[in-house]
């Protein structure tokens, strides 16, 4: 599952345009082919992020908001987390992203073109700072292990305040509701 959250995710950065500070989240959700699946039990097959990785303190801290955010949920909605993914019914799995710059072609969209840049090389263009504030990207995918995600999907928000935590938890427990509304309570 994890080739499938990383590709997603990728997809998704790949399609991320310019956006305002007041711009709504950008929520790509996982639409599944499979058949009703009912499961009590789930394990995380992410490792928590910790300083220790090398990680940035910010990443860290979103991670852990993340994967609190979700655990709540999925304690709301009946489901009950077990140690090992060996013995859990589903795996969520779920990757953070900070994005503090972004690039892009003349060849993708032309109407980035030298009024970003003047001075920028051709065929590429930086786009213009965002007075400092982080795209945050997110993904979650909750699946049989090894293999696709059933519930899920990426979410991605211009963050005005990185810093402010009211700020994210109100992003991140808008984001997860949305990317996991159609996870039925446990059976």
């Known amino acids: 599952m994890r080739i499938t959250i990383t590709s997603l995710m ?9 956006a305002g ?3 709504p989240t950008k929520i790509d959700r996982i639409e599944s082919r499979s058949a009703p699946v009912s499961f009590q039990t789930y394990a995380w097959g992410t490792e928590v992020l910790t300083g220790d990785t090398g990680a940035p ?12 955010t979700v655990g709540a949920l999925m304690q709301a909605r009946g489901y009950r987390q ?8 589903m795996v969520v799995e ?3 992203a900070i994005i503090e710059e972004e690039f892009a072609s003349e060849e993708e969209n032309e109407s980035w073109d030298a009024q970003f840049d003047s001075n920028a090389q051709r ?25 696709m995600p059933i519930w899920g999907g990426s979410a991605t928000k211009l963050m005005a305040r990185p810093e402010d935590k009211g700020e994210r938890q109100r992003i991140l ?13 446990a059976s």
């Open 123 to 147: 065929g590429v263009v930086e786009l213009p700072d965002r007075s400092g504030a982080p795209r945050i990207t997110l993904s979650v995918g909750i699946g049989p292990q090894n293999g």
């Open 173 to 185: 427990n808008k984001a997860v509701g949305e990317l996991l509304r159609d996870l039925p309570p």
């Open 94 to 96: 779920y990757q953070v």
């Open 82 to 89: 077990v140690a090992s993914v060996a013995n859990a019914q």
């Open 21 to 23: 500070c007041g711009t």
């Open 57 to 68: 303190a910010q990443l860290v801290e979103l991670d852990t908001e993340l994967r609190r």
């Open 10 to 18: 990728a997809g998704l950065l790949v399609a991320i345009g310019l």
